[in-house]
């Protein structure tokens, strides 16, 4: 197995990381409803642009066998080390490149092995029950931890974070993405009252930010069904790691790399990203550049909800390539 690196990790900066010995499982959702979409063959090269915990990624190369090629990415350190283990565990026999990097860049990372055409391509969009749960990077409103809210876990001087954009943006622009990439009805309030909370202190917690939230929207939303900062929190992802940008990107780029009746399969878990993804899919086939395979995006099953309630707001969809 080759491990390709990409990107300079000596500078971890203030990212916590998930260790081996403390660590979530992710399982895999629409596992099924990929493998049967995608049509992997024995040989194939398949390419899983979000490794995460690896459950897609194991359960590809078991498709294509050991005379396939598996290329492996992922933003976050944690998640290549994490597969590389699970795959030496699992004895898997198919070639594998894992490249910490962003999914923007399949084209330099397939350069790079010289492969030009693939079978398939993955993305499963979105952070891992690890980066969730035991990241210690802020994406959870129900702990505190340090708002930096990266799926990388390389934290440079430049990296945008969440204290940043928090601390530092102009009110009008924390409204503007707290509605668009959040679609928070109380945006306005709330980043009034962000402007106005750091004025006393830097907001430098995930605790300190939820306070504000839940002071700022009324008092039936702060005791509705949905936490108040689910929303606001989801638009600093978006913004932090420019996941909307990123997964534009990727799949513009993705449609060149696929062979005759190569499939590509993306997995959103919100509206903005689904979206994206069906007009993509839709712009291509109006192009004559193949068919999507599904009419109608694939949902996740109430069986699959029952075991996973992560894969609740998961939607699949698949585009063949002429
Ligand atoms: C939902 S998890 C993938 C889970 C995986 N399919 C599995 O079976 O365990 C998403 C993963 O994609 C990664 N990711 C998200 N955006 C990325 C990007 N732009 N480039 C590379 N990796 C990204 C995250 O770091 C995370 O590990």
Redesign the pocket.
């Known amino acids: 197995m080759r491990t390709l690196n990409n990107h300079n990790n000596s500078s971890t900066g203030s990212g916590q990381q998930a260790t081996d010995n403390m660590h979530t499982q992710?399982?895999?959702?629409l596992?099924q409803e990929v493998l049967k979409n995608i049509e992997l063959h024995k040989g194939d090269i398949v390419l899983?642009?979000?490794?995460?915990?690896?459950?897609?990624?194991?359960a590809m190369a078991k498709e294509i066998g050991n005379k396939g090629t598996l290329i492996g990415?992922?933003?976050?350190s944690e998640?290549i080390k994490r597969v590389e283990n699970l795959f030496v565990s699992h004895k898997v026999e198919c070639g594998r490149f894992f490249s910490q990097?962003?999914?923007?860049n399949i084209d330099s990372v397939l350069n790079k092995l010289n492969i030009r055409e693939v079978n398939a391509i993955?993305f499963?969009?979105?952070?891992?029950s690890?980066?969730l749960e035991v990241s210690g990077r802020g994406f959870t409103f129900q702990k505190d931890e340090p708002l930096e809210m990266t799926?990388?876990n390389s934290i440079k001087d430049e990296t945008l974070t969440a204290k940043e954009i928090v601390n530092t943006w102009q009110e009008g622009n924390l409204a503007d993405i707290i509605y668009g990439y959040g679609e928070e009805r109380y945006s306005r309030r709330i980043a009034k009252a962000i402007v106005e909370g750091r004025k006393f202190k830097e907001i430098t917690t995930t605790q300190e930010l939820v306070e504000i939230i839940s002071r700022a929207v009324p008092s039936g939303y702060r005791h509705g069904k949905i936490n108040p900062a689910t929303k606001t929190f989801q638009a600093l992802r978006i913004t932090v790691?420019d996941?909307l940008g990123?997964?534009r990107e990727?799949l513009d780029k993705a449609i060149m790399y696929l062979n005759q009746d190569g499939r590509v399969a993306v997995?959103t878990?919100h509206s903005l990203e689904d979206r994206l993804v069906k007009r993509k899919f839709r712009e291509w086939q109006s192009e004559g550049l193949g068919t999507v395979i599904t009419k109608k995006p694939i949902i996740p099953s109430d069986e699959e909800i029952r075991i996973n309630k992560r894969a609740r707001s998961a939607k699949l969809r698949v585009f063949k390539k002429q």
Do not use: C, K, M, W
């Open positions: 992710h399982i895999p959702v596992l899983d642009g979000t490794l995460g915990g690896g459950g897609h990624a194991l990415i992922d933003v976050d998640a990097n962003n999914f923007r993955l499963d969009l979105g952070l891992s690890d980066q799926l990388s790691n996941e990123a997964a990727a997995i878990f």
